[in-house]
């Protein structure tokens, strides 16, 4: 049996988390979460990583093609899809310490033919996100067995992780399908895949807005939960409604004073919180919504799009109406 023990290595330093992205398999049902590197997660490098270019280009182009919909292609256990990027690696640093740094290092530990179970890289000659969940049918034995990883054609920049838990048992069951459906002389490639921010859709009556979750514990808990379904309560131009979600108040994501599009969780009563306007806890000095307690930040509306008082104060809110809130992908 294969040791599946050492995944992806864990994190010398703690890098700073970027825009969790989410891989989602409609055919499949599922979907992975990745969280792309910011900068390279070893000791001495923490002050060079500006200028690993090819770092910055994929999270730009992913932020501003979002949701990417494309072809999944499968290779044994192992799950890749192209993205249609022609972005390419530039070599070379910038700052005061870049003669101090070791480029080969560097290049030796994010830029490889190997890749650790669970780790996420860029095939940069076929455009493609490679996602570590398993080995391709045979690449001189598949696993390294001096460092465990997965052996992959080409050297390739790591640039990431797989956040999901399941995503070892995910590759199974693809090249599970993979062989059922080559006994019948099918083939499964022709599945898609959308590559998209962490997005929701909050509807009342009808009526829709979309935010986008931040990179936070409670955004993950709530992410986990949906789809919900429940009732609201008002309170002034604001109202909130019960999850089952549970958590506690983050250090320097928890406010009482919000701007409108901010949406908060309200640890106590575990519930989601829209302001939209002042509330009974507003004072003369506050410009924006004023909550009883503490709460959390966890999402943004962008105002642009969706005007939030005009939106709501149409709809004649109160008491017990239904609102609903899902995963969005950016398509009805």
């Known amino acids: 049996m294969r040791n599946l023990s050492k995944l992806a290595p864990p994190m010398e330093v703690t890098a700073k988390r970027l825009k969790r992205f989410i891989v989602v398999f409609p055919d499949m049902q599922t979907d992975i979460h990745i969280d792309l590197f910011d900068h390279i997660p070893a000791p001495h490098y923490e002050a060079l990583l500006q200028k690993y270019v ?9 932020k501003q093609l979002s949701p990417l919909w494309s072809k999944v292609e499968i290779f044994g256990r192992m799950v890749y899809f192209t993205l249609g990027l022609g972005m390419t690696y530039e070599s070379g640093w910038v700052g005061p310490e870049k003669d101090k740094i070791n480029h080969s290092a ?47 054609l080409t050297k390739c920049h790591v640039i990431g992780r797989i956040a999901s838990p399941g995503f ?38 009808g009526v829709y807005v ?15 939960a949906l789809p919900m379904k429940c009732s609201i309560v008002m309170f002034g131009d604001c109202f909130y409604f019960e999850t089952p979600v549970k958590t506690s108040l983050e250090s320097n994501m928890s406010k009482t004073v919000f701007k409108i599009g901010q949406l908060a969780f309200w640890t106590a009563q575990s519930a989601i919180v829209i302001p939209y306007g002042r509330t009974p806890f507003s004072t003369d000095d506050d410009e924006n919504p004023r909550l009883l307690e503490e ?29 609903t809130i899902e995963k969005w992908y950016g398509q009805e």
Do not use: M
């Open 54 to 62: 090819l770092l910055h280009l994929l999270t730009t182009s992913f």
């Open 106 to 152: 560097i290049e030796q530990e994010y830029f490889r033919d190997t890749i650790a179970f669970g780790e996420v890289a860029y095939w940069e000659e076929a455009k493609s996100i490679i996602l570590g969940t398993g080995c391709p049918p045979s690449v001189g034995g598949n696993i390294d067995k001096r460092t465990n990883q997965i052996k992959l």
């Open 168 to 205: 070892v048992k995910f590759g199974e069951d693809y090249e599970k399908k993979q062989k059922e459906l080559a006994s019948q002389n099918l083939q499964i490639t022709s599945h898609s895949v959308v590559f998209v921010e962490r997005k929701v859709k909050i509807s009342i009556d």
């Open 210 to 224: 979309v935010a986008t979750l931040l990179e936070t514990r409670t955004a993950d808990l709530i992410y986990r």
């Open 295 to 323: 709460c959390n930040v966890w999402a943004e509306v962008d105002l642009k799009e969706y005007n939030l008082p005009q939106i709501y104060r149409s709809l004649s809110l109160s008491n017990a109406k239904v609102i």
